[in-house]
């Protein structure tokens, strides 16, 4: 069985910090590029960002809001996933998710892809 | 620019069907695209993914009255025989270099 168990969340002030990290099993991590995905209270998905594979160079990409301020990693022998969140703002507050990003199953060979259930980041004073 | 306009919300009765639209920017329309579920306080869950040319395939789980299609720019999701747990909002997602994207999202109500 798939999991992916997101933890790390809690609250923080303005201008602070948090590190988020994803936990996997149930499947090939190391082979998966990973994403970041927000939800703002009331809102939509909104893509955070991604790490693509060792095999693909850990090639990152960000969205522009957070851009240079978010820095996500991985560490493939813990199947670990991690979101370093600094100079946190007041719109920052969401239930951030990981998912696989178009994760191609030799198992079942096709791409199908996975979500945690979320963990909450609250920015407040 | 890489924009995904989903139709506005809508309802429908228990066994019943209803069709999602999930339309790529005009320059994109050759793209493929994934729908995901998120039941009220719930996480997401992946749907599937749809190809231009209405290939899809299901994620864990997913039943056949899911169903996906294409045509032109425009990607559907079809939900035929309508359950209570169908009750959600719908959206699609895709990917272009250095970026993905959501849809706003579609909100089905089962009456």
């Known amino acids: 069985e798939v999991q992916l168990v997101e933890s790390g969340g809690g609250l923080v002030n303005p201008g602070g910090s948090l590190r988020l990290s994803c936990t996997a099993s149930?499947?090939?991590?190391?082979?998966?590029?990973m994403n970041w995905v927000r939800q703002a209270p009331g809102k939509g998905l909104e893509w955070v960002g991604r790490v693509k594979t060792i095999l693909d160079g850990l090639t990152t990409d960000y969205a522009a809001h957070v851009k240079g301020r978010f820095s996500i990693s991985r560490d493939d022998s813990r199947s670990t996933l991690y979101l370093q969140m600094n100079s946190l703002k007041l719109d920052d507050t969401a239930v951030y998710y990981c998912?696989?990003?178009?994760?191609?199953?030799?198992?079942?060979?096709?791409?199908?892809?996975?979500w945690g259930q979320g963990t909450l980041v609250t920015v407040s004073s | 620019q890489l924009v995904l306009t989903q139709s506005p919300s809508t309802s429908a009765s228990l066994g019943a069907s209803v069709k999602l639209t999930c339309t790529l920017s005009?320059?994109?329309?050759?793209?493929?695209i994934s729908w995901h579920q998120q039941q009220p306080e719930k996480g997401p869950r992946y749907l599937m993914k749809l190809d231009s040319d209405g290939s899809h395939t299901r994620g864990d789980g997913i039943p056949d009255r899911f169903s996906g299609s294409s045509s032109g720019a425009e990607r559907y999701l079809t939900i035929s025989g309508l359950q209570s747990e169908d009750e959600a909002e719908y959206y699609c997602?895709?990917?272009?270099?250095?970026?993905?994207?959501f849809g706003s999202g579609s909100k089905v109500t089962v009456l």
């Open positions: 998912g696989t990003d178009q994760y191609f199953d030799v198992l079942v060979g096709y791409e199908r892809d996975f």
């Open positions: 005009s320059e994109y329309s050759t793209y493929a």
């Open positions: 149930g499947f090939s991590f190391d082979n998966a590029w």
């Open positions: 997602q895709t990917w272009d270099i250095g970026i993905t994207i």
